[in-house]
């Protein structure tokens, strides 16, 4: 079975518990700190692509509530650079998994990856 790369943040509920249900089920995840390690430049029109902004950005955050009204406006007209300003404001997690992205920890996505 092919490895799992998780986008996400190590205090975060969703990656733990993901975390946990995929190596429960015997598959190699490495975890890469979105604030931290991630290249969000090289990775954000990749995750835009397949998964749209409604999707990637979680307009329920913390972060979300503290902008502007001029800053959520950017959720449709500059998305990668919203989410490369404030990495919080990304759906945690996001998963790559052979290519394919997949966003949160839905019972869709637990499917999708067999768990």
Known sequence: MSSLT????????????????????????????????ADLSAKLPGWLEAAG?????????????GLDETQRGRAQSDPAGLLGEHPTLIKRPVLEAGGVVHVGWTKDVQAALGV
């Open 6 to 37: 998780l986008y996400g943040l190590k205090n975060c509920d969703a990656c733990k518990t993901a975390l946990k249900a995929l190596a429960a089920a015997g598959r190699d995840v490495s975890l890469i700190d979105i604030r931290a390690e």
């Open 53 to 65: 902004s409604d999707r990637l950005i979680n307009t329920r955050s913390t972060t979300w509530r």
